[in-house]
């Protein structure tokens, strides 16, 4: 900015006397560097905002892929499964008993090995003895799954089949079922027949055992994968336990046992299925660890996603989860 300058006007007006004008000039030279200050600050300003942005940005970004929304734009609708119905209280769809164990196995594109799946979960679980039902979360297949498991219904009266309106993903179609379910326990399960139903007493002895802990985390004690579905799983879990701090060492296997009041509690976006024990615990809910069987794939081909691609996946979320660690809330309220 150029010095003030007091020219003598010549026309009528009064010349500034030379004793005013060093006053003058310390004054133009203060509103040169206050005005200097104010685009300092101005600046600074600016950056600190634009970082702001960049920051709420990333995070709103990071949650909209977590909620498996578009990357831009926020005038947008939420994914149908989050006003979802509560399908416990129709009796029309229901069977009159109310079970203990309800056993939720989400089902995409599995034609080939679906009634083999219904066949023996249904022979496991009835050597316990106590009410059950089977909520197959049908994920919207293609292949003529979903016919296959309407013919089933007539021989398996446990059969419950939810179908949701679009592809979701693993973690929607476990939330589907999980909130249909009707059980005390909920047990998840892969369809794919690499879970053993056999394991399912375990996981509820487990819940009844010392201490009732709110879930019971099946370990696959000798994992049937192939190499890369194997390493990609170790980095995961290492990753995973080192951002979220929750120390389970297998919580990609499925196999999982839960009392029914933590699993409905569960805040579920895509990806959250690898993030399940960790959820419990956010609610102050106890994990224990159980060995269970792991066996190879006999029909069909993996339908939710392998290989390294996935582990990059878990890294983005597990940041999603200890943003949501971080932020939780909790307390305990008293009537007074």
Request: charged share 25%; with cysteine.
């Amino acid at each position: 900015m150029s010095d003030i300058n007091y020219t003598p006007r010549t026309h009528g007006c009064h010349q500034k006397s030379r004793a005013a004008r060093p006053c003058n000039e310390r004054m133009a030279r203060f509103a040169q560097g206050a005005h200097g200050s104010h685009y300092l600050y101005a600046a600074v300003a600016v950056a600190l905002a634009g970082a702001g942005g960049i920051c709420m940005l990333l995070i709103v970004r990071n949650l909209q892929m977590a909620k498996g929304l578009p990357a831009a734009g926020l005038s947008i609708n939420f994914l149908p499964l989050m006003n979802k119905p509560d399908l416990r209280g129709n009796p029309g769809s229901l069977a009159s008993s109310i079970p203990d164990i309800s056993l939720v196995a989400p089902v995409y594109n599995e034609k080939e090995c679906i009634e083999d799946f219904v066949r023996e979960a249904d022979t496991e679980l009835k050597k316990l003895g106590r009410p059950y039902e089977i909520v197959c979360a049908d994920d919207c297949s293609s292949d003529g799954t979903r016919e296959t498991l309407l013919k089933l219904k007539a021989d398996f009266p446990c059969l419950r089949v939810v179908r949701l309106s679009c592809n979701q993903g693993q973690s929607g179609a476990f939330e589907a079922g999980i909130q249909a379910a009707r059980g005390k326990y909920i047990v998840l399960i892969d369809a794919d027949m690499q879970n053993d139903p056999a394991d399912i007493a375990k996981l509820i002895g487990g819940l009844e055992g010392p201490g009732r802990p709110a879930c019971a985390a099946g370990r696959r004690a000798k994992r049937q994968d192939n190499f890369v579905r194997k390493v990609s799983s170790k980095i995961a879990n290492r990753v995973r336990i080192w951002i979220t701090g929750d120390p389970i060492r297998d919580t990609g296997c499925s196999l999982k046992a839960f009392r029914a009041e933590y699993a409905r509690r569960m805040k579920l976006f895509r990806g959250m299925h690898r993030f399940f024990t960790t959820l419990v615990r956010m609610q102050g809910g106890e994990v224990v660890e159980i060995d269970v069987n792991h066996r190879p794939r006999s029909k069909g081909t993996p339908k939710y996603g392998q290989g390294l691609g996935r582990t990059f996946t878990a890294l983005r979320d597990a940041f999603a989860v200890r943003w949501m660690k971080s932020r939780g809330l909790h307390y305990e309220i008293e009537e007074l």
